[in-house]
């Protein structure tokens, strides 16, 4: 990755620039409903926002990661989704994604979060220690892309719920 990227926490300045990223992001993914830059806005609403970092480089905000609560059903706590996770199309390749996930992945550790889980594409997010695990699964989302990763060594067991924010669409 280039150097001259810098990791860090969002700031209240950066909003506007992160909704410009995240659109850019996903627009010309097949896949994407483009609601991805309404559900960061509506987690940060709901202060459920629990970690929000930028890749910046040379001042420009070029990435964002998103980390937000999750309810496990069978009680587990400390447990947290990752996404909506958004690099500039023109700076793919380089690592920049990677960084963000593996600091995010950091931090949490460091706040004592038991572990995390994300929807997601299946060739990617392995390296970075998730799996797809029969234990837990996601209401309406195929387990081929739903994945976790335990902190602590435990695997909860149920259906995990991400927060409400995530059925945001911007229509009100």
């Known amino acids: 990755m280039d150097p001259r990227i810098t990791i860090r926490d969002e700031t ?9 990223v995240t659109v850019a992001a996903f627009e010309t993914l097949e896949f994407a409903d483009l609601t ?6 509506a987690l940060r609403e709901a202060d459920a926002l629990t970690l ?10 070029i990435g964002h990661i998103a980390f937000s609560p999750v309810t496990v059903s069978d009680g587990a706590p ?9 690099v500039l199309p023109e700076h793919h390749g ?7 996930i593996r600091e995010g992945l950091s931090r949490l550790r460091s706040q004592n979060a ?3 889980c994300l929807v997601g ?18 209401e309406g989302v195929s387990p081929d892309v739903f994945f976790a990763l335990s902190f602590d060594g435990f695997m909860p067991q ?10 945001a669409t911007g229509d009100g």
């Open 12 to 20: 209240s300045a950066d909003i506007d620039r992160i909704t410009e």
């Open 36 to 41: 991805e830059h309404h559900i960061i806005l």
């Open 52 to 61: 929000s970092l930028v890749a910046e480089l040379d001042g420009c905000v």
């Open 78 to 86: 400390n447990w947290f989704g990752l996404g909506p996770v958004s």
């Open 94 to 100: 380089r690592g920049i994604g990677a960084a963000l």
């Open 114 to 116: 038991a572990g995390c």
């Open 121 to 138: 594409h299946p060739g990617y997010y392995g390296r970075f220690g998730f799996e797809s695990v029969r234990e837990l699964r996601v």
């Open 158 to 167: 149920g259906s995990v719920s991400f927060h409400e924010a995530f059925r």
